[in-house]
């Protein structure tokens, strides 16, 4: 047995509902129930993963993170990269 806390999966929201990311069983599930699991293989799975990947912009004088929309433009986040990390940005008006 590991000392290691657990950690949270990563999240994504496709048609307005919510999905833990479970890279290690390539599922996507729904964070509230009810329970089901969508292989990333599936169709359903397939377009969830299609999203379009928002772009990212340091600015390296004050270590600022720009992220837009890689679809629309919109500004999804700005501020410090410590807080970007681990984050799963996406646009919910392109979803």
């Known amino acids: 047995m590991t ?13 307005g509902k919510e999905y833990f990311v479970d890279w290690r069983l390539r599922e996507f599930r729904p964070v509230e129930p009810p329970l089901e699991f969508i292989p990333f293989d599936s169709e359903l799975g397939r377009k969830i993963d299609e999203m379009p990947a928002p772009t990212i912009n340091k600015n390296p004088r004050n270590d600022k993170v720009t992220v837009k929309c890689s679809h629309c433009g ?16 996406y646009c919910e008006d392109c979803v």
Request: glycine share 4%; no cysteine.
């Open 3 to 15: 000392n290691e806390m657990p950690k949270r999966l990563a999240t994504v929201r496709y048609n």
């Open 74 to 89: 919109k500004l999804l986040f700005e501020g410090p990269e410590t807080e970007a990390r681990h984050l799963i940005i």
